[in-house]
């Protein structure tokens, strides 16, 4: 009885109501789908005809209400419920090429030690934690959940696997060996960009270019600039493609500019860091944004 009263308060019960007697009056009342009363008593025969006769009563109730609502306030109890029934994503995903650092980054954001002697990743690592400078933060603090996807190319598929539920991206890129894998990392970070998941959720996007601390590491403009270079090649030369061979529904850019990532639908910002030293303040800071304490 609680229930009904609290329901009548609402469109959005109504609604559920409607559709609830509905189903039971299709499922057990009609002749085409009669309920086996063989073997009900007497006394149980009563008690389901007067179930039919309440049920058929708080059904035409809910008709008469919801045709009397203006459809504007239905829909506006509906949006209400389902944006209470959403939970921010804490989900953040770490990817890039093999070797440009990933794993080292998920030890310090977690532990805040580089965990030297590492090896390369054949298995997404993957926790739910408290960012390590934020342990002994007074108040209240959202764990992360991170998730660093191996950069082999024959593993990068199990990225797909995670972003469904991805607050956002960092793509690492290893700042000192940048210009042999320019190329490769382009193709990855363009794969990337126009995924449909990423692309329809407008999933933000961290370009993090790792091991700043070495003198012969590239700055972030130059390799931001490079990597416009090198997906403007790529643009090109895939649209050039049929559809039949293109993987990705979406492309990059606008036509007749050259590509940019502001151009992007999801955003994409460019940081700094160094997983050996542990400076990596701009990937926390990144982090975050996209994760509210």
């Avoid at 960012?131 to 002994?136: A, D, V």
Wanted: include cysteine; aromatic fraction near 10%; charged fraction near 25%.
């Amino acid at each position: 009885m609680l229930s009904v009263v609290w329901l009548n308060s609402y469109p959005v019960g109504f609604v559920f109501l409607s559709g609830l007697f509905r189903e039971i009056k299709v499922k057990f009342f009609r002749q085409e789908h009669p309920v086996p009363f063989s073997f009900l008593t007497e006394m149980d025969k009563e008690k389901i005809e007067e179930l039919k006769i309440q049920t058929q009563k708080w059904l035409n109730e809910a008709q008469e209400f919801i045709q009397k609502v203006p459809p504007i306030q239905i829909y506006s109890a509906i949006g209400v419920f389902e944006l209470f029934k959403r939970t921010s994503s804490n989900t953040i995903v770490l990817t890039g090429l093999t070797g440009c650092g990933k794993t080292v980054l998920f030890y310090q954001l977690r532990d805040g030690s580089s965990h030297q002697g590492t090896v390369t990743s054949m298995e997404p690592n993957e926790g739910t934690f408290l960012l390590h400078s934020e342990t002994t933060k007074k108040g209240k603090v959202k764990p992360v959940h991170l998730v660093d996807v191996p950069g082999h190319s024959r593993l990068r598929p199990k990225l797909d696997d995670f972003l469904p539920q991805a607050a956002a991206i960092v793509f690492v890129v290893d700042a000192v060996e940048f210009l042999p894998n320019c190329r490769v990392a382009s193709e990855y970070l363009y794969d990337i960009l126009t995924k449909a998941n990423v692309v329809k959720k407008k999933i933000p996007l961290l370009l993090l270019c790792n091991k700043v601390d070495k003198v012969t590491a590239h700055t972030k403009d130059f390799i931001r600039k490079q990597l416009e270079k090198e997906i403007d090649k790529l643009r090109a030369s895939r649209t050039a493609l049929s559809s039949a061979d293109i993987a990705n529904e979406y492309t990059l850019g606008v036509p007749g500019e050259a590509f940019a990532f502001s151009q992007c639908q999801n955003k994409v910002t460019i940081a700094e860091t160094s997983g050996l030293t542990g400076d990596i303040s701009q990937l926390e800071q990144f982090i975050r944004e996209h994760v509210k304490p």
